[in-house]
């Protein structure tokens, strides 16, 4: 949105600066999220009472009405609606009257390609690959909000890449609503696999990292063809959410602990120096000390390298947010706190394996006296005493590994 401005002969600026016009790119995956969107929303236009504001996106999507109570707000636009942003604006601008555009989502049934962006980072950019989600977990809000499946055409995807390749990037992470539905929209077979092998081939580009996927995609077919790709990052991020059957099934997820333990196995012995990392929601309603427990030893079972633990919070309009047995905020909070505590012990331990060894760094930027990068299964790494640090951002460079220090791994150049 902030590009489309730019190219129609807009200024941007920053948010804590005075502006013409604010647009509020709100989120509404909690009920936090959503007071926040309501705050900033009144901060900007403290800032300049004459503003437009403009409220776009998830938040206004699902709930327009929370929004069209806001006296500050000009403009409500749903989340199909920020591609003709600056058409909204100036339709404002000259006609002096509230808009609310909010096209029904669930109908939407192509992607909405925004085409090429630029990029500000040097190193690693974000590809989206496509939007929406048709799982309905019973937690999750982001259905309502971005619609069903809707995947990026292959070339689309591609181009964009080549282009920013060719302004020196090294690594795309492939992201989107859930990537393990790529493709599925397409109704040709076409899959996450095609999309991947296509990247692959892409001249120059170093590293492909997926971000979040569904556990159940990891199959012995999609190994044995994601094996053959050479720039595929080490680095899975399986999101489990709960290691108890029981839980699994309030939250709608569609596997079962053992599932999940063998897709693990096989990314195991398909990559042997491969980071696990997931997301786990403790406090989920009615989980029991003992779903607790058997979520506790699961995770212990598995050691994944990170782990992102999250307590659950109630959001509005879903089905967990009417569910009996809400589990207390101070059970919540132990329960979150033995989780970290073991997700600080297993990561340690998954560093050490690689103390004395050899890797392949690609560094990003300089810390104070260090340069820091990732290798491809997301270790942090960072080397210090080179003439000139600055140097080394955007290469891939051997590092010999010496020692731990904090959470990152600290050696000297090959
Ligand atoms: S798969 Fe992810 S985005 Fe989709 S409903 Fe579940 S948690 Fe939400």
Not at 215 to 218: A, D, H, K, L, R
Not at 239 to 244: E, F, K, R
């Given at each position: 949105m902030l590009q489309k401005f730019v190219e129609a002969g807009y200024e941007a600026v920053s948010f804590e600066e005075k502006a013409d016009i604010y647009v509020i790119n709100t989120c509404t995956v909690t009920n936090m999220s959503d007071k926040k969107s309501r705050q900033i929303i009144r901060r900007a236009k403290c800032k300049n009472k004459n503003s437009i504001i403009a409220a776009v996106g998830c938040y206004a999507q699902v709930a327009k009405k929370d929004l069209e109570n806001i006296p500050e707000i000009d403009l409500v636009l749903g989340t199909n609606e920020k591609n003709n942003i600056v058409k909204y604006i100036e339709e404002y601008i000259e006609e002096k009257k509230d808009v609310e555009e909010i096209s029904d989502v669930m109908n939407q049934k192509e992607f909405l390609d925004f085409g090429s962006i630029t990029y500000t980072e040097k190193t690693r950019a974000v590809i989206k690959v496509q939007d929406g989600c048709d799982r309905f977990c019973s937690y999750c809000i982001i259905p309502y909000a971005r619609g069903r499946v809707r995947s990026r055409r292959i070339e689309s995807i591609v181009n964009e890449i080549e282009k920013i390749v060719n302004k020196g990037i090294k690594e795309v992470v492939i992201t989107g609503i859930h990537v393990a539905s790529y493709g599925k929209d397409f109704k040709d077979g076409t899959s996450l696999i095609d999309l991947l092998e296509a990247i692959n081939q892409i001249d120059r580009l170093e590293r492909i990292r997926l971000s979040s996927i569904e556990?159940?995609?990891?199959t012995k077919e999609f190994l044995e063809r994601l094996v053959k790709l050479n720039k595929v990052c080490e680095h899975f991020h399986l999101?489990?959410?709960?290691?108890?059957d029981q839980t699994l099934k309030r939250m709608n997820r569609r596997y079962s602990t053992s599932d999940f333990e063998k897709c693990t196995e096989l990314l195991r012995k398909a990559y042997p120096n491969v980071a696990l990392t997931t997301d786990v929601i403790v406090g989920f309603p009615g989980e029991t000390e003992e779903e607790f427990n058997k979520t506790y030893n699961f995770l212990d079972k598995i050691k994944f390298y990170q782990m992102h633990i999250f307590k659950y919070s109630q959001r509005k309009g879903t089905k967990a947010a009417e569910m009996e047995n809400q589990v207390l905020p101070q059970i919540k909070e132990e329960r979150s706190k033995k989780l970290i505590n073991l997700s600080e012990k297993n990561e340690i331990e998954f560093l050490n394996k690689f103390i004395n060894k050899e890797l392949s760094v690609l560094f990003e930027q300089t810390e104070g006296e260090y340069c820091v990068g990732h290798t491809s299964n997301y270790l942090r790494v960072g080397v210090k005493n080179i003439k000139d640090l600055k140097s080394l951002e955007n290469t891939i460079r051997n590092v010999n590994v010496q020692k731990i220090e904090k959470d990152i791994l600290i050696g000297s150049l090959k």
């Open positions: 556990p159940t995609i990891i999101s489990l959410q709960s290691g108890c």
